[in-house]
């Protein structure tokens, strides 16, 4: 049985990657700050600690064929493009990095697989929101809108820095805007899709909902599950990266918000405020992902919304129904 280590087990990504790691039959460790917040852990083993403290990361690696490394300090445009977490975010996860490509490789490790993210393209590429440039190769010269971005180009050559000077295998993601159930929804760490069913599920009918800027702002989100298999097939393939995992169904903020108030069966205003809103513009390039593996996302955007929708109405409900009870 192979033995895989998940870091960031208990976060949104991490969590499910370790119930698709047991479902292939897999070992799982998981290591992370925290617990799922919203289901049990897969993990036969895991590990509550602090990936930045070395010594915690030597006692994860040990034993271990695969590392699936999905730990940071993130969060959505609120946390992320604020300016207010630049130091911690460059910090916190270059540490983790560092020490679990470190450990990884004294623990002689097989395999790397490193979630990098699209946030590492140019900002002077995504500025048409209509026409953003994100093919892998548009990376360089390297010009990312935040510090989160840098963090993660830099981690990207941290990896293969050590794949050519201690021969390992590693594999790059460029993740675009990974959504679904189990996500943080609430608190200022959430993505759009996230913040966009819990305004539409939180607002009566008739009412109306915020959004950040003028929402023509355009994205692609992809589904967990469509995340996990171009994961997985990128793991068991021969291609390194770095490779965009994301959709190429591009949609404006307006356009997601519209569809989860159609989802929900809702008629709501839209009030445009000012607030942090990252590039004007950013969508998938799947052409080398296509080639290099053979596969490439293709779900449409309001199949995995109309499941984390329901999914966040549910949290919405609950929380509504313990402050009741809390008051009554």
Not at 49 to 70: C, H
Request: glycine share 10%.
């Amino acid at each position: 049985m192979k033995r895989a280590l998940v870091n960031g087990a208990g976060g949104f990504i991490g969590s499910h990657l370790v119930r698709r790691l047991r479902q292939e039959g897999y070992w799982v460790r998981g290591v992370d700050l925290k617990y799922p917040e919203f289901s049990e852990t897969a993990a036969q083993e895991f590990f509550v600690g602090d990936l930045r403290d070395f010594s915690v990361v030597e006692k994860a690696v040990d034993g271990i064929d695969d590392v699936y490394q999905l730990a940071a300090d993130m969060g959505g445009a609120g946390y992320i493009f604020t300016g207010e977490h630049d130091a911690c975010v460059m910090h916190n996860s270059a540490t983790i990095n560092l020490n679990t490509v470190e450990a990884g490789h004294k623990a002689a490790v097989k395999r790397f697989f490193y979630s990098s993210s699209a946030c590492i393209y140019p900002e002077r590429n995504q500025t048409d929101p209509d026409n953003p440039i994100c093919s892998e190769d548009s990376a360089y010269p390297a010009a990312p809108d935040s510090e989160y971005g840098w963090e993660k180009l830099f981690s990207e050559r941290l990896y293969f820095a050590y794949a050519r000077n201690y021969k390992l295998e590693v594999h790059v993601a460029r993740f675009h805007n990974i959504f679904g159930p189990e996500g943080t929804w609430q608190g200022g760490r959430e993505k759009a899709p996230a913040a966009v069913c819990r305004k539409v599920a939180e607002a009566p009918d008739g009412g109306e909902i915020e959004i950040w800027g003028d929402g023509q702002q355009t994205r692609s989100f992809l589904y967990i599950d469509e995340c996990l298999e171009g994961v997985r097939r990128l793991m068991e393939s021969r291609f390194s990266g770095p490779v965009n995992i994301g959709s190429e169904e591009m949609v404006t903020i307006n356009g997601l918000a519209e569809m989860a108030m159609r989802i929900a069966g809702k008629k709501l205003n839209i009030r445009h405020i000012p607030g942090p809103l990252g590039v004007r513009g950013r969508n998938s390039d799947n052409r080398l992902i296509s080639k290099e593996i053979g596969w490439a996302p293709s779900q449409h955007l309001e199949v995995g919304l109309t499941k984390t929708y329901q999914w966040v109405a549910s949290q919405v409900r609950s929380a509504r129904g313990a402050l009741a009870s809390a008051n009554s």
